[in-house]
């Protein structure tokens, strides 16, 4: 994350994918830039759902042009055809972001959850509410949204950290 932009994070669906973009503005301001749900057409055949994901990944990309793309790694779902059917639409938004020259990162829900809550057992209130109180938001998202600017705002506090390590081995600061 060298240089500055937004940061898209994706908590994917077959059904619901929620999305959002996170600006740091400044060393510590954070902005959302914009967030919400794609939802699919349960009507549509699992191919064209897939595909109309893809396609609403690459307007929100060519639209916001965020640096970085960061998304949730799957978990375990209820059962296997649910897992697999939430893999898909995870392939199809992580080559959407690879398509458009992001490089992509992979959080799983533990990580994301100690990032922004600080427990990585939390349930989606906590992590709506936190994603709300560190963005500053008079009115939370929806939670797929707000899982999304969660992904993001890990993806974020993990470059940071990198980069503070590098700053320390190097000498830079002490």
Do not use: W
Request: net charge positive; charged share 20%.
């Amino acid at each position: 994350m060298g240089r500055e932009g937004p940061v898209l994070g994706i908590d994917p669906g077959s059904v619901a994918t929620g999305f959002g973009l996170v600006c740091k503005r400044g060393s510590e301001n954070l902005k959302v830039i914009h967030a919400g749900v794609i939802r699919t057409n349960s009507k549509q055949t699992f191919p064209a759902r897939l595909k109309y994901l893809y396609d609403e990944i690459i307007n929100i990309i060519d639209k916001f042009k965020p640096i970085a793309c960061a998304i949730e790694d799957v978990f375990v779902a209820k059962n296997v055809r649910s897992a697999l059917k939430l893999g898909h639409a995870r392939a199809s938004l992580i080559m959407a972001a690879l398509n458009s020259g992001l490089s992509v990162y992979e959080y799983s829900p533990l990580e994301i959850k100690k990032a922004v809550v600080g427990y990585g057992r939390a349930d989606k209130r906590q992590v709506q509410q936190m994603v709300s109180i560190i963005l500053n938001l008079k009115t939370p998202f929806p939670k797929d949204a707000s899982d999304a600017l969660a992904v993001a705002l890990c993806h974020i506090q993990s470059m940071n950290l990198s980069r503070f390590i590098t700053l320390k081995l190097s000498g830079e600061i002490r």
